[in-house]
């Protein structure tokens, strides 16, 4: 395969005015009929989802409203779809749902680590505690996995192999959403042991669509479950991340649900404009994101300015060193097709 096969231009920086970097990527915006109204590189590029998949992957729990059965807050529900950066906000409410589940922290798959929040990681390194498994970005998910396999009466222990039944409930309700048939998603292991999957671009934009639009989802349970995990990540939208992530940005806005991965994938689905908007960074770069997305919303018309602005405050596209001198600037360059 040829270097960058499917991917344009999406971002150029530059330092002094010379060209420095330049990341490469794909960006597919569907309408409410799962067409393609504009897109850049390959709508068809198959791409592993990450932790973009979490909000589909909170759906059997939300199937079982099983918030309601452990009596967990809405915040709590939340954390079963973010890649939260362990601010102490986070570990509060996550010690807050083992309690009321009576889920121990190494029933969790996912591997001891610390918060990904660069404060948060320096306040447990400077008070010499240890890395843990409920530090993991991932552990809120895990938590939302185990605690419906213990309430369907399902194995707890193997929660995360693919044949146990909510993992294949997981990707049959991914299909259902991406209307794709299930053998055509592609499956790997993600960086918490979970099974990940992967769509076309065009088919993640619009599995957020529906997402944000549950109505267009056939299915009365799986619809009821969109609408309540997608209610519960923008009532607590620092929940989903931290305080200064674009995630967090992006779900304060009550138009938007929206959910990042690694390695540069984004999804986000908008209610009234009803579209689904998913993009790839190939180098896997999350700082360019705020810039496409806000890009990708200036041309689209988005009327909700202070979205954008929020978006621009995360990461401003003016560089500065060190010392705070300004040194250059990153542009988004890519056009639609």
């Known amino acids: 395969m040829k270097a960058f096969e499917g991917f344009d231009v999406l971002v150029e920086e530059y330092r002094a005015g010379i060209l420095e970097n330049v990341h490469y990527g794909a960006i597919t915006v569907v309408n409410d009929k799962g067409e393609v109204i504009h897109h850049v590189g390959n709508p068809n590029h198959e791409t592993y989802l990450r932790s973009a998949a979490k909000p589909f992957q909170a759906i059997p729990g939300m199937k079982r409203d099983i918030d309601e059965v452990y009596g967990l807050s809405s915040a709590e529900t939340a954390l079963f779809a973010a890649s939260h950066r362990g601010e102490d906000y986070h570990i509060d409410a996550l010690h807050s749902i083992a309690k009321k589940t009576g889920i121990k922290e190494d029933q969790l798959y996912c591997c001891a680590t610390y918060p990904l929040n660069e404060e948060a990681k320096s306040e447990r390194l400077r008070n010499r505690e240890e890395k843990r498994r409920i530090f993991h970005n991932c552990s809120g998910k895990h938590m939302g996995l185990i605690a419906t396999a213990k309430h369907m009466g399902w194995d707890e222990a193997s929660y995360y192999e693919l044949s146990h039944p909510i993992q294949q409930?997981?990707?049959?309700?991914?299909?259902?959403?991406?209307?794709?048939?299930i053998e055509q998603i592609g499956i790997g292991v993600d960086g918490c042991g979970l099974p990940v999957q992967t769509l076309p671009l065009d088919r993640i934009a619009l599995a957020y669509l529906k997402l944000a639009n549950p109505d267009l989802i056939a299915d009365e349970s799986t619809r009821h479950a969109a609408a309540k995990i997608a209610a519960r990540m923008n009532e607590n939208p620092n929940m989903i991340a931290d305080r200064k992530f674009v995630c967090s940005?992006?779900?304060?806005?009550?138009?938007?649900?929206?959910?990042?991965?690694?390695?540069g994938v984004y999804g986000i689905g908008l209610r009234k404009e009803r579209?689904?908007?998913?993009?790839?960074?190939?180098?896997?770069?999350e700082q360019v994101w705020p810039v496409i997305i806000a890009t990708i919303l200036e041309r689209i018309g988005y009327q909700n300015q202070d979205t954008i602005d929020r978006l621009y405050e995360v990461v401003p596209n003016t560089i500065y060193n060190d010392g705070g001198m300004v040194v250059g600037e990153r542009k988004a360059v890519f056009n639609w097709s």
Do not use: M, T
Not at 275 to 285: A, C
């Open 249 to 263: 940005a992006l779900l304060k806005d009550p138009n938007l649900v929206a959910k990042g991965g690694a390695k």
């Open 169 to 181: 409930e997981i990707i049959q309700s991914l299909a259902e959403l991406a209307d794709v048939p």
């Open 275 to 285: 579209i689904g908007i998913s993009l790839k960074v190939s180098d896997g770069s």
